[in-house]
């Protein structure tokens, strides 16, 4: 595991430096969310849990909008307004669970990375919130990480993973079912979870573009699909 950069003031989060293929995986996982505000042609974005703010700039920097990202933690927002600055980005801190999801007013996209995983036992109260967020045509786009998947399994499903990662008590990954079935429960539309990602983060460069070769060929196949690291679900208000 890499070396913790930065840990929020409970010390179950933390930002590990960039090591070997992160800020790859990171780059490409932000132009999704591009691409889905793109789709939408979204002038309003959200991003829950932006953490030290790096996909939050590089979304704006990549589309005309603006985009207000939110966390919880003062650690985390202190570093994301020290690092990026632009005329259409802006960073709060809002606490999803204990204020009005109107406070900040309505968006046409809301995002996040790896940020639903953290709040199982809300998910249904959060999927409405960010529901609620949404303007009328709105969407929402988040990537979280497969149960299935043999890391996932064993940083979610074992204790020694769990002590490792030093998750906290209730984060929990997802199977593409339970996504299905939490995001129509909570009334949202026209839902897509697609499972993909053979690039783990921290992996050495050397390893990167062999993964990247055999990558689509393991993506296309359903034998091999469901074994990626991660779901990339989207669905519209």
Not at 8 to 18: H, I, K, M, S
Not at 79 to 99: Q, S, T
Request: charged share 20%; net charge neutral.
């Amino acid at each position: 595991m890499a070396k913790i950069a930065l840990q929020d003031e409970r010390g179950f989060n933390q930002v590990y430096a960039p090591v070997g293929s992160t800020s790859l995986r990171a780059g490409r996982r932000n132009d999704w969310f591009i691409g889905a505000a793109k789709r939408l042609g979204a002038r309003r974005i959200l991003e829950l849990g932006c953490g030290t703010g790096e996909a939050a700039a590089q979304v704006a920097a990549g589309i005309a909008a603006e985009v207000v990202a939110v966390d919880i933690s003062d650690a985390f927002l202190e570093r994301a307004r020290a690092a990026h600055a632009a005329d259409n980005l802006r960073f709060e801190k809002f606490d999803l669970l204990g204020e009005d999801p109107l406070q900040l007013g309505r968006f046409d996209l809301v995002f996040g990375n790896g940020i639903l995983h953290h709040l199982v036992k809300q998910l249904d109260a959060v999927l409405r919130a960010l529901r609620t967020c949404c303007n009328p045509g709105g969407g929402m786009a988040f990537i979280e990480p497969n149960f299935l998947n043999p890391y996932c399994a064993l940083i979610f499903g074992t204790r020694f993973g769990r002590r490792w990662a030093r998750l906290e008590p209730d984060e929990m990954a997802f199977t593409p079912a339970e996504l299905r079935l939490a995001l129509a429960g909570a009334g949202w539309r026209e839902v897509a979870v697609a499972t993909r990602d053979f690039l783990l983060p921290g992996l050495p460069e050397m390893l990167v573009k062999p993964i990247l070769a055999v990558e689509p060929g393991l993506e296309a196949m359903a034998a091999t699909r469901w074994l990626a690291q991660s779901h990339f679900v989207s669905a519209r208000a």
